[in-house]
């Protein structure tokens, strides 16, 4: 069964400390890794995608890695801001239009 | 840049209501377009995509549907809602590339009392 966990479930850190998300999943074919950040109430928001090749990718403080062989990949924040405050969701494509979500880590980041 | 636009934001309604919620992708032509459905604590769930006009696909089977009347346009619609209908809706559009990624619009929290 195609699935994607993330852990923790939620997680409070105090501004400008760093962090780091986990994602673990059981999916195949396996396409490519997304990580999205999403604000309450609104729609997710691309950070990283990453493919079976790519092992690390950077968007600002923002450091995702990808191990295919363990199937784990986790999002590293650095420095955090009071506007990471989010929902977290890992994302893998198991090929064209279908997309296995985890049910995200909640980040409050703390003054 | 391409861009999806949702309304209403949020929406209140009877149980055995009718709803239709509205998506609408600029930016692009002939895109594909999924409505997925985001339960409190749950992960999202795709309900519908469509690749084209007149052409959706149902992932799920239940109290909506879904209709594509123009290329841009991407409808989710009920005749009567049920209270397990409450949820935050989303419409996603698929960006054409090497990762094929999707980008989302800014979602309609529905809620049947």
């Known amino acids: 069964k195609n699935q994607v966990e993330q852990s923790p479930q939620s997680l409070i850190i105090l501004e400008g400390k760093n962090c780091t998300l986990q994602?673990?999943?059981?999916?195949?074919?396996?396409?490519?890794l997304r990580w999205y950040k999403q604000d309450t109430g609104r729609g997710p928001v691309s950070l990283t995608i990453?493919?079976?090749?790519?092992n690390t990718k950077s968007n600002g403080r923002y450091t995702a890695t990808l191990d295919a062989d363990t199937k784990q990949s986790s999002l590293h924040i650095t420095a955090s801001q009071l506007s990471d405050s989010a929902s977290y969701i890992c994302?893998?494509?198991?090929?064209?239009?279908?997309?296995?979500f985890g049910t995200g880590t909640r980040l409050l980041v703390s003054p | 840049s391409q861009t999806i636009h949702q309304w209403p934001a949020t929406l209140v309604q009877p149980v055995g209501s009718p709803l239709s919620l509205e998506c609408t992708v600029e930016g692009t032509s002939n895109p594909n377009l999924y409505w997925y459905r985001q339960a409190a604590g749950r992960g999202l769930q795709l309900l519908f995509y469509?690749?084209?006009?007149?052409?959706i696909s149902s992932e799920v089977p239940q109290n909506l549907s879904a209709s594509r009347p123009q290329d841009r346009q991407f409808i989710l619609s009920s005749k009567k809602l049920l209270l397990s209908d409450s949820g935050f809706y989303l419409c996603?559009?698929?960006?054409?590339?090497?990762?094929?990624?999707?980008?989302f619009g800014p979602g309609t929290r529905l809620t049947v009392l």
């Open positions: 996603a559009g698929l960006r054409q590339g090497s990762y094929n990624e999707q980008f």
């Open positions: 469509s690749v084209g006009i007149g052409q």
């Open positions: 990453m493919t079976f090749s790519e």
């Open positions: 994602c673990n999943y059981t999916v195949s074919p396996f396409s490519n």
């Open positions: 994302v893998v494509s198991a090929g064209f239009q279908k997309l296995v």
